[in-house]
């Protein structure tokens, strides 16, 4: 468990695999909306959450991070998430296409 993780409170604890869940429903909606509106959409459930403040949600190539705009390469794209759960900025990500 992070030192990160540590930190947080016991409800907070319960709120944090939030963070995955988010992740892993993108991954289902992959290259079924333009990815602005997959991203867009992941910082909207984010948002019904008060306790969570987003500082990014990102869907990139996984070699070079650049953010991708469209669907065009199916491979090596992942989403990246960095997000506060209170004070205690926590960060995961997901292969998106392998």
Same mark, same amino acid.
């Given at each position: ?16 695999? !939030?963070?995955? $869940? ?14 602005? $509106? ?20 990102? !869907? ?17 794209? !992942? ?7 209170? $004070?205690?900025?926590?960060? $995961? ?6």
């Amino acid at each position: 468990m992070s030192s990160r993780n540590m930190r947080l409170t016991i409800g907070e604890r319960q709120m944090a695999p !939030i963070i995955y $869940d988010v992740l892993c429903r993108m991954k289902s909606r992959a290259g079924t909306m333009p990815a602005k $509106d997959l991203q867009k959409w992941a910082i909207k459930q984010f948002i019904q959450h008060p306790e969570f403040r987003v500082e990014y949600i990102e !869907i990139v190539d996984k070699e070079t991070l650049s953010p991708l705009e469209t669907w065009k390469k199916k491979k090596n794209v !992942i989403a990246l998430a960095a997000v506060f759960l209170g $004070d205690i900025r926590l960060i $995961d990500n997901i292969e998106l296409f392998l």
